[in-house]
């Protein structure tokens, strides 16, 4: 069963920074776990999308939450808080881990973040790097703070 979460479509400036417009599917059929752990991240990633877009899309004529792609890509970005969020359903790769610490960074250079934060299924740990203070942060703890 697939399930289509859309969003606005609007730019926010020309720099690559876009209005949320990801349709994230999401799959829940035993062939999940044939193609490995696809559908679980698909699931993390629209947990996020949706408890943000709840939260800082309210008004559809001002969209407040976007996603940065500009040769790096950041899943979630809120310019007002200074928030970028990355989704990866785990660091313990160290490819996903720089692909996503250096994303954080990269935005950083370009729009001063406050607050960094990658979200996990359930790791969590405080990365310091370049002079940016990011927070891993489980799924779960995240939507109860």
Known sequence: MWILVWA?????????CSSLVHRFPITWSPRDRLEGMAGTVA?????????LHKKYNRNYEMP???YYNQNIEVD???????LAIQASFSLEDMDTRKRE???L???NKVYPIRKAIII???????????GI?????????????
Do not use: H, Q
């Open 64 to 66: 407040k939450l976007y």
């Open 76 to 82: 979630f970005y809120v310019p007002e808080e200074g």
């Open 101 to 103: 610490v250096a994303a």
């Open 120 to 130: 996990t299924y359930d790791e969590e740990e405080i990365i310091e790097e370049d």
């Open 105 to 107: 960074i990269a935005l």
């Open 133 to 145: 203070t990011i927070e891993v942060i489980p799924i779960w703890k995240w939507l109860t703070e």
């Open 8 to 16: 606005l479509v609007a730019r926010f400036m020309s720099n690559g």
């Open 43 to 51: 699931l993390l990633e629209n947990l996020c999308a949706i408890t």
